[in-house]
């Protein structure tokens, strides 16, 4: 991979970690920021899949459609598709919580259900990576 690419791959798994991160602050908060969690969530989720196609010299446009991305990573490598389908759900957190509304928020269990599947996006990506891409 050329150096140009791989530090704008590692750039954008960085950026998936660090939202991964800002979840486990917001889920162990007293009280849990759930509705923030979320969105960090989808953002890294988003971000890694971003890397992915980077990584992959796939061009995608400025969205936060998960079922989009995702659609494009499983056409590069199918396996994907089981760590991907699940994210899918996450792309309405990228603005539910975001702007005032009636919309009601998850309860901690599926809270922690949306951080595994963010979480098991990020790894699946960083398995299919080389390790000089992983941040």
Not at 72 to 81: G, I, S
Not at 99 to 127: C, D, H, N, W
Request: hydrophobic letters at 40%; aromatic letters at 8%.
């Amino acid at each position: 991979m050329q150096p140009e690419k791989l530090s704008e791959v590692r750039s954008w798994l960085k950026k998936a970690a660090g939202d991964l991160r800002g979840a486990d602050i917001d889920l162990a908060a007293s009280p849990p920021f759930i509705e923030d969690m979320l969105f960090h969530c989808q953002q890294a989720a988003e971000k890694s899949m971003k890397g992915f196609l980077t990584a992959h010299d796939r061009v995608f446009r400025k969205t936060h459609d998960l079922d989009e991305l995702a659609s494009a990573c499983e056409a590069v490598d199918p396996t994907l598709k089981e760590f991907l389908n699940p994210a899918r759900d996450l792309t309405v957190f990228a603005w539910e919580f975001r702007y005032p509304g009636e919309a009601e928020t998850p309860s901690m269990e599926e809270a922690r259900q949306f951080r595994g599947v963010a979480g098991e996006v990020y790894q699946a990506i960083l398995t299919r990576l080389p390790q000089e891409a992983h941040p």
